[in-house]
């Protein structure tokens, strides 16, 4: 018997009236997970092609998996680089299974670099998995609806948006916070209007800003500090990120300090041209953003106060930097709080490039602007929408009356 078959065996006992009623949302989970279904989508957000809204899901897995693998080699890189050149202590218990398995501190050695990361990219995505979808498969099953897959894509998300060296409990509080707060309490899936994983890490950045932000949290070695390219741009500008030694093709490649599937922008953008490609991802939203960030930024070149050293960075830089290239691509491209009309997706991206580049500008004390951009243009996004159903209402309108 197949595993289809045993499937079809065991669904009526997860029907109404069967003795795991109750649990219909794990088994439908994990059916859907593994095959297609021919049943159309219910609930927002609602897919107008062959592809369902599982598998447009599963897409965007796939989409960050580059992501996710320069993650984890760049995070042991980071870590071996500051044990071996600057002495640096990596006593912990990662560390003392990465000696166990036969590695030494070496950042010559890709695989040690790969294994490495992998041991603090692992905790902190399995974390966010089981604590997430703890909250999700109950919600489910109070609600009576099904698990949605969108929840492997908040997972993956909200994980590459955090430090490396990041405490497991406060995973586990950033995505309880992200997933009640920012998904279920307004009904799940296709109802809420802010991305739950930037609410997750934007909770953590307020509540615990000494844990998520700063020097220390961005190599994976305990009491060792070493400023990302965007902090230092914010508070000494470009000449001081030269000093530093980074170069522009390390922050594009990913060799630099940062969160763990943050720091390459060449493997989020082959990710992002792969959502592009399937379209998953909106290219209106993704080119508003560009724009918005390009226009943005040699404004405050030309016109920028000579005082501000952010103001003098290359619209190049801001992409290669930071998390606006996984913002850009990933969040703001979500198809349930992004604005839904056509015009209204050009206007959503030229706002989140504005507020990006406005932010990292004018407010030094937080030069990473993507995350409070996106979730500010969320809450503007209904009423963008609303503001172009208006138009085009009132432009039919007046061809009646003309008529």
């Known amino acids: 018997m ?9 669904e009526p006992h997860f029907l109404p009236g069967g003795k795991w009623e109750r649990w219909y949302p794990l088994y439908e989970m994990v059916e859907t997970f593994l095959y297609w279904t021919n049943q159309p989508t219910k609930s927002a957000p609602h897919v107008r092609d062959a592809i369902d809204l599982k598998r447009m899901m599963s897409y965007v897995v796939v989409a960050l998996l580059p992501a996710v693998l320069m993650a984890c080699y760049n995070t042991g890189y980071q870590a071996n680089l500051a ?24 950042p010559e050695s890709v695989v040690g670099n790969f294994v490495l990361g992998f041991l603090h990219f692992l905790p902190i995505y399995l974390t966010t998995l089981v604590v997430g979808g703890l909250w999700e498969v109950l919600f489910a099953i109070v609600r009576k609806h099904e698990v949605n897959e969108g929840f492997l894509v908040t997972s ?32 799940g899936t296709g109802k809420n209007f802010l991305n739950p994983a930037l609410t997750g890490r934007a909770f953590l950045f307020f509540a615990y800003p000494s ?5 220390t949290v961005w190599v994976a070695v305990d009491g060792y500090a070493r400023a990302t390219p965007l902090g230092i741009g914010a508070s000494e500008g470009m000449a001081g990120i030269a000093q530093a030694g980074y170069t522009w093709w390390d922050a594009f490649l990913g060799f630099i300090p ?16 792969f959502l592009l ?45 930071g998390g606006l290239m996984l913002a850009m691509f990933f969040m703001a491209t979500d198809p349930v709080s992004a604005s839904m009309t056509q015009a209204g997706r050009w206007i959503f991206g030229l706002l989140i490039g504005f507020m990006v ?33 208006r138009w085009h209402l009132s432009r039919r309108e007046r061809r009646y009356v003309q008529l």
Do not use: C, Q
């Open 277 to 321: 490609y399937t379209k998953i991802a909106s290219w209106r939203i993704v080119a508003g953003v560009a724009i918005g960030v390009i226009v943005t930024t040699l404004l405050f070149n030309w016109f920028g106060p000579e005082n501000n050293p952010m103001a003098a960075m290359p619209w190049y830089w801001h992409f290669a930097v």
């Open 211 to 215: 844990a998520m932000s700063g020097d």
């Open 156 to 187: 993956m998300l909200y994980t590459l948006t955090m430090p490396p060296n990041a405490p497991l409990w406060l995973v586990a509080l950033g995505i309880s916070f992200g997933v009640v707060f920012g998904k279920e309490i307004f009904g």
């Open 357 to 389: 580049v406005l932010i990292r500008v004018a407010n030094p004390a937080f030069p990473e602007g993507a995350m409070l951009a996106v979730l500010f243009a969320n809450v503007w996004a209904p009423f963008i929408d609303y503001l172009v159903m």
């Open 83 to 106: 044990v071996s050149a600057f002495g640096a202590e990596k006593g912990d218990w990662r560390g003392a299974l990465y000696l166990a398995l036969g590695f030494s501190f070496d």
């Open 2 to 10: 197949s595993l289809r078959d045993r499937f079809h065996r065991w």
């Open 258 to 273: 940062g969160s763990l599937g943050e720091t390459s922008a060449l493997a989020i953008l082959i990710g992002g041209l």
